[in-house]
């Protein structure tokens, strides 16, 4: 076999690849977003506005999870450190 028919092959095999890889991608950002779903239904973020939850939800993950915590709750290093020396 000419060694061009051979890269033409491989080219083929990874478009394939590719295309069952999109498959697989679409499938797995379903189950997330299903699993986010029924996190957030309960909780109250659910009477948010779209914009408004993507919003908040941006938000918080620009911070990460722990400063998006100690942020709202006001619990943590910083709060103590801001605190009057002696009211610990």
């Given amino acids: 076999m000419p ?3 051979s890269a033409i ?3 083929q095999k990874l478009e394939a690849d590719r295309e069952a890889l999109d498959a697989k991608q679409r499938e797995l ?3 997330a977003a299903r699993e986010l779903g029924e996190i957030i239904l309960g909780s109250g ?3 948010f506005s779209k914009k408004g ?3 908040v939800a941006e938000e918080l ?4 999870e722990d ?3 100690e942020k709202l709750t006001g619990r943590g290093s910083t ?4 605190a009057e020396p002696g009211t610990q």
Avoid: D, F, P
Wanted: proline fraction near 0%.
């Fill in 3 to 5: 060694r061009n028919r």
């Fill in 9 to 11: 092959a491989a080219l």
């Fill in 29 to 31: 950002e379903v189950q």
């Fill in 45 to 47: 973020l659910e009477s």
């Fill in 53 to 55: 939850l993507r919003k």
């Fill in 61 to 64: 993950g620009k911070l990460g």
């Fill in 67 to 69: 400063a998006a915590i």
């Fill in 79 to 82: 709060r103590a450190s801001n």
